[in-house]
């Protein structure tokens, strides 16, 4: 069922994206669309590029019931918004590849990519034009509003990321708040933007947003688990990379909650490579991999509990519900 | 009369941007909002901190004939892109200082500052929220449009700018791309949003927006002009800095395309202190100072021209005049 859904939904969003890409404004300014269609590009190519935020949007649009070709903007627009974010994230976290290719900031230079991300992020809101069309006015003012909060709560959540970056230990609270930001807000957007644009009720609609809240909340918790206990082989990553990375993950934070062997190691740093498996083990022995379980667990549960109550039963909603369920089922 | 209203105006601008500074998602985040205010309240403190683009807003808004309240948060929009820019150009420029204080980027990491201007960003488009109330949702989605457009309107200027960093010659048209979207592209979108709050016609707001593109790019030329031959005490900047920086300002960019001794000269690269009055000289002689004052009559004639066409007769008109000629009589 998704994955036919995902065949028909794909070719119309990259038509969309190009369509908005292609701003007549560039054709005075040449050198800066490039990069825009770099970044895109590169996202595009890899597996991981599967667009699952412009799919949710349109899943939610349709499952009241109307044509989801009509969300399609608010569709480009959470995309656009996302990528923007890559780019200003790769630079604030100094990332020389992406996805196996350089970052925008590695090619171009911190000037022009972070330039580049603002085009990317004006982009976002241009997107969201179209939709006057296709819905409404209306539609389309209060879903400017919604990307809006959506992104404040993106930087407020990015903050939160930079900020603990020298702390060896932050609390569970701090936690959750920063993945609200970082990751839920723009799922839940998404989600919004889709109810919207598909004419949901009120009470829908912040059904429909809660999904995508949880889900985006269990998503950043599995992957967090994925970050330790995940094979590396499948993941892709350097083995083990966020203990040795020092990233503050679901499970390092609610392991480094009380003193022990654990905590003890963590606050000297430096995690080394040869060190991972015997620390893996201590955290799955301290309860830390079954908590991070079952908090996934709870969320999912949560996530589509809030789907079903929405009201809506039909191939749509179906289809979120798998694409939910991929999603946390993924071993990489 | 200028006077007069902005003094009516100035502490109904500060109390809007205060507003939507305050936003609740900072409650649970607390770390970015003081970012935000330090970066607003250097800039207030200067006498720079004059607020010409909100200005502008309530001025256009006011012309046709409405209060100039309900424009308030479109000014206070307009301040918030302008200032968000700032905070991203001073990275970009690898500025320290700004107004004699330590930049944002300088005084919180370059990751920290570019966030920091993201959240200014969104909120300048929050800010509009609250137009939907004060004249209506259309008037808040022509003008969130509006605001997006200026605002790629600037990345994209900003690109051509970097861009030109690295050369040491440009071409008169791409000096005149790269002012189009660096500044006049964002005086054109205040007077311009003003129209829209103000309910003029079309044609009306295309006549506005023309005034302020045209008194964006006349008061950049006077800037180039002030930047070698202003007095440097007045400026308050570092003797003539603009031709020690290298920086391709108008009359530069005017004198080089015909070769000579100030073509030769600038071309070797490095102009020391010592050499500044000579080559203001040159410049001068060569006929870059007159074209340059030239250009910028030109320009403000064509503005104010556009200004009257636009057919309205009151104090508000009269004080975009003020302001407009006050701008290009100012030596520093």
């Not at 935020?53 to 019931?65: F, H, K, Y």
């Not at 959540?157 to 839920?184: F, P, V």
């Not at 004419?199 to 829908?204: L, P, S």
């Not at 430096?270 to 893996?280: A, F, K, Q, R, T």
Request: hydrophobic letters at 45%; a negative charge; aromatic letters at 8%.
């Amino acid at each position: 069922m998704l994955a036919e859904l995902i065949q028909l939904m794909q070719p119309a969003i990259d038509a969309e994206m190009q369509q908005v890409i292609s701003n007549p404004q560039f054709q005075s300014y040449p050198g800066l669309e490039p990069i825009l269609r770099y970044h895109l590009g590169r996202e595009n190519q890899s597996g991981q590029g599967k667009k699952i935020r412009p799919l949710m949007v349109l899943l939610s649009a349709a499952a009241p019931g109307v044509d989801w070709r009509s969300a399609l903007p608010s569709a480009a627009a959470v995309e656009l918004l996302h990528n923007f974010s890559l780019i200003h994230d790769d630079i604030e976290d100094s990332s020389p590849l992406r996805r196996g290719h350089e970052t925008v900031w590695k090619k171009w230079g911190i000037p022009l990519a972070i330039n580049a991300g603002d085009a990317m992020f004006t982009l976002s809101f241009l997107a969201l034009e179209r939709l006057s069309e296709t819905v409404g006015p209306e539609a389309a003012l209060r879903s400017m509003q919604v990307l809006a909060q959506a992104s404040l709560h993106l930087t407020c959540g990015q903050h939160l990321d930079i900020s603990n970056e020298g702390e060896r230990l932050i609390e569970l609270d701090a936690y959750w708040s920063m993945i609200a930001g970082k990751t839920a807000a723009l799922l839940s957007a998404c989600m919004r933007l889709g109810a919207i644009a598909g004419g949901a009720t009120d009470e829908q609609e912040r059904l429909l947003a809660r999904f995508g809240a949880e889900l985006g909340m269990a998503f950043q918790a599995w992957d967090d688990w994925l970050g330790i206990w995940g094979d590396a082989v499948e993941t892709g990553k350097s083995t083990k990379s966020d203990l040795i990375a020092g990233k503050k993950t679901l499970p390092v934070v609610y392991a480094l909650q009380k003193p022990g062997r654990f905590y003890d190691r963590w606050m000297r740093g430096g995690i080394l490579p040869d060190e991972v498996d015997e620390l893996s083990a201590w955290l799955a022995e301290d309860g830390a991999q079954k908590f991070t379980e079952n908090e996934v667990a709870r969320l999912t549960a949560q996530a589509i509990d809030s789907l079903h109550m929405s009201g809506f039963e039909n191939k749509y909603v179906q289809g979120l519900q798998e694409l939910a369920l991929s999603l946390l089922k993924r071993r990489k």
